[in-house]
T-cell receptor, first 109, second 116 residues
């Protein structure tokens, strides 16, 4: 069993919809939780990181962490075609990042 | 302010040849990380270096792979006697501090290695 599980998708939604992306994990020692966005043929770029349980908002993006359920989410409001990309969750163990496989998101105009 | 620069972007090698991938971190960054990404899979940590030092190479295969980050010049990931299973995208990331603590890593665009 992988330490971090993430549905690879693809997830296809119409423009303007609210998108929910999720990861589950098995190691309760994980401390920091990150979401990265990766466009095709590009390197990942950091979207958000959180430390504690709860919500963190940045513009159209909200990151949610539930440590009791070992579950993290990224919500995207008012989704745009430019949001089409692969979204990877990552979690810190010691000083290594452990990554989910990434969810491919397609926003249809 | 240039980002993380990786070259070559694409590299084709035959089995048994050597592959050298280069990474210049962002200006002022002294922490460099190498990751490997296979299709439909997440990033796999390989090695973490600071100038002239390997801090953590626990993700690096014990044979054929090596990495360095000299005092002057780029970081280099070297793969000797490549095999088809080495075909992947190799990403370099840099950070100002020990960025894996908070995930504030800045990634290059990757080097895609194809082994024939």
């Amino acid at each position: 069993q992988k330490e971090v599980e993430q549905d690879p998708g693809p997830l296809s939604v119409p423009e303007g919809a609210i998108v929910s992306l999720n990861c589950t994990y098995s190691n309760s020692a994980f401390q920091y939780f990150m979401w990265y966005r990766q466009y095709s043929r590009k390197g990942p770029e950091l979207l958000m990181y959180t430390y504690s349980s709860g919500n963190k908002e940045d513009g159209r993006f909200t990151a949610q962490v539930d440590k009791s359920s070992k579950y993290i989410s990224l919500f995207i409001r008012d989704s745009q075609p430019s949001d089409s990309a692969t979204y990877l969750c990552a979690m810190r163990r010691n000083y290594q990042l452990i990554w989910g496989a990434g969810t491919k998101l397609i926003i249809k105009p | 302010n240039a980002g993380v620069m990786q070259n070559p972007r694409h590299l084709v090698r035959r089995r048994g040849q050597e592959a050298r991938l280069r990474c210049s971190p962002m200006k002022g960054h002294s922490h460099v990380y190498w990751y490997r990404q296979l299709p439909e899979e997440g990033l796999k940590f390989m090695v973490y270096l600071q100038k002239e030092n390997i801090i953590d190479e626990s993700g690096m295969p014990k044979e054929r792979f090596s990495a360095e980050f000299p005092k002057e010049g780029p970081s280099i990931l070297r793969i000797q006697q490549v095999v088809r299973g080495d075909s992947a995208a190799y990403f370099c990331a840099s950070s100002l501090t020990e960025g894996q603590n908070t995930g504030e890593l800045f990634f290059g665009e990757g080097s895609r290695l194809t082994v024939l």
